[in-house]
C-alpha cells in the first residue's frame, strides 16, 4: 500500500501515449523531435540517491510510479531507480519524491529504445517491467519496449543472482514476451501465483485489473 497522500501532488494531465517515434531508438530517426528523451550514457548516483550508490532494483515503464514510490518506503536500504518516457509522468514522480523527501527513489525520463547504457554490467539485483504497452497492431509492434535488445541489456545488468520480472494481461504480450527470453536463453522462467512469492507493492495498472477482476501472469525470469 501506498502511504503518501498523492491529493497534496496535483496529477497533470498525461495522455497515454506521448510522440511514436520515442519509442523507437534515436539512431534509428532520421529526424529527432524536440520530445525525445535525452540519451544518457552515465549517470552520478550522487545526483540521484543520497547514499551516492548505484540502483538495487529498476523499474522499466514505471508509469506514475505507484510501484517505485511504493517499494522504495518499504525498502529503505535499497535504492529504486524508474525510467519512464512520458516526461510529465517522470516529472512528477521527481515532484512527490521531492515533495516527501524520499532519498532511496528515482524517475529518469528516458526510452529504454536506447538501452541501459548508464548501468554497469552485474550490477542490479531486480529489474521489473509491469504492464508493457500491449501495441496491438502489427505494425506497431516495433514500438514494443522488450526487445531481444532490452533483454540482451537487462541480462547484461542483472547480477548472477539476479531477476527479470514480468507482469501483463494481454496473452499475446505474455507469449510474445516469453518467445523473446526463449530466443535470448539466458533466464529461467517461472509463473508465479503466490502473493508470498511476489513484491508486496502493487502497481497501478495491477490495483486497475485485480478491481475488475481481469487476470493477468506474473513471470520470474532468473538469470542463469
Ligand atoms: C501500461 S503502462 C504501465 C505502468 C506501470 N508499470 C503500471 O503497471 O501501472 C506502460 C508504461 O511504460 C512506459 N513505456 C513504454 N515504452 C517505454 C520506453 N521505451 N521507455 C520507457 N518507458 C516506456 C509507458 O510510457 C507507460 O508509462
Same mark, same amino acid.
Given at each position: 500500500m501506498l502511504t503518501i497522500d498523492l491529493r497534496k501532488y496535483p496529477q497533470p494531465r498525461i495522455r497515454h501515449h506521448t510522440n511514436p517515434q520515442v519509442y523507437l531508438p534515436r539512431h534509428q530517426l532520421h529526424v529527432v523531435p524536440p520530445s525525445y528523451p535525452p540519451c544518457i550514457e552515465?549517470?552520478?548516483?550522487h545526483h540521484l540517491f543520497s547514499d551516492g550508490r548505484p540502483p538495487t532494483i529498476v523499474d522499466i515503464g514505471? /508509469?506514475? /510510479?505507484r510501484f517505485l514510490l511504493s517499494y522504495a518506503l518499504n525498502h529503505p536500504e535499497q535504492n529504486i531507480l524508474g525510467i519512464e518516457v512520458r516526461k510529465p509522468a517522470a516529472d512528477w514522480i521527481t515532484t512527490v519524491i521531492n515533495g516527501e523527501g524520499i532519498k532511496n527513489a528515482a524517475a529518469l525520463w528516458y526510452s529504454v529504445a536506447n538501452g541501459l547504457p548508464f548501468l554497469d554490467d552485474a550490477s542490479v539485483e531486480m529489474v521489473t517491467y509491469f504492464f508493457?504497452?500491449?501495441?496491438?497492431k502489427k505494425r506497431h509492434i516495433k514500438r514494443r519496449a522488450f526487445t531481444p535488445a532490452l533483454v540482451a541489456e537487462i541480462y547484461r545488468i542483472l547480477r548472477p543472482d539476479g531477476a527479470l520480472y514480468l507482469m501483463t494481461d494481454v496473452p499475446m504480450v505474455d507469449e510474445y514476451q516469453r518467445e523473446i527470453l526463449h530466443q535470448h536463453g539466458g533466464f529461467s522462467i517461472e509463473e508465479v501465483h503466490s502473493d508470498d512469492e511476489w513484491f508486496a507493492e502493487r502497481t497501478d495498472q495491477e490495483l486497475f485489473c485485480l478491481s475488475k477482476g481481469i487476470p493477468y501472469v506474473r513471470l520470474r525470469c532468473r538469470k542463469r
Open positions: 552515465r549517470l552520478d548516483w514505471c /508509469g506514475m /510510479g508493457p504497452d500491449p501495441w496491438f
